[in-house]
């Protein structure tokens, strides 16, 4: 299987979509394990995940505890939201981490793991990220973001290490029932 490059349609997989795991399953709230960027697994997992994503409305990430797989991987794109300010395209990460973060701004976030709520959540203004692209020889990826895209990196990031939005809120008045549009 060769590696794919950085166009969304060579991370596709025609596969059946992955179940997306939801509140309460335990894998949710555990710490993942990292994983071997050159491992055909890992690089079938990020094609699948990107498929989920793609194919979930309003989605912008998933990471890999959101299908059942105690994983350090996750996707992410933000491309053509309304308040996305930096889009770095479509980004596949494994073992990711924040190298620097910057400013706190509060904002709603919502999750396919949490169907039913949203939530006022501090995240950090602006992030760098550092992780590897998943294939047979796997590379090293470092983005800047803010704005949206430095919530979703966090968010997922936060996936990874067995948190929820629903962890950060900092007061129970910033739980909203997730509306629904007909």
Known sequence: ??????????????????????????????LTSQVDPADPAVLALARRLVTLMRASPACVGVAAPQVGVS????VLDVTGHPKAKTQAGLVVLA??????????????????????????????????????VPGPQPRERTVTANAFEA????????HLDGLLFLDRVRDPAGLHARRTYQ
């Open 1 to 30: 299987m060769s590696a794919p490059d950085t166009a969304a349609e060579s991370w596709h997989d025609d596969g059946p979509l992955l179940p997306v795991s939801v509140l309460p399953d335990p894998v949710l709230s555990r």
């Open 71 to 74: 994983a350090r991987l996750f």
């Open 95 to 132: 073992n990711p981490f924040v190298v620097a973060a910057e400013g706190v701004k509060v904002a709603r976030e919502g999750c396919l793991s949490v169907p039913d709520l949203t939530g006022d959540v501090p995240r950090a203004r602006t992030v760098t990220v550092r992780g590897m």
């Open 151 to 158: 919530r979703a990196f966090q968010h997922e990031l936060d």
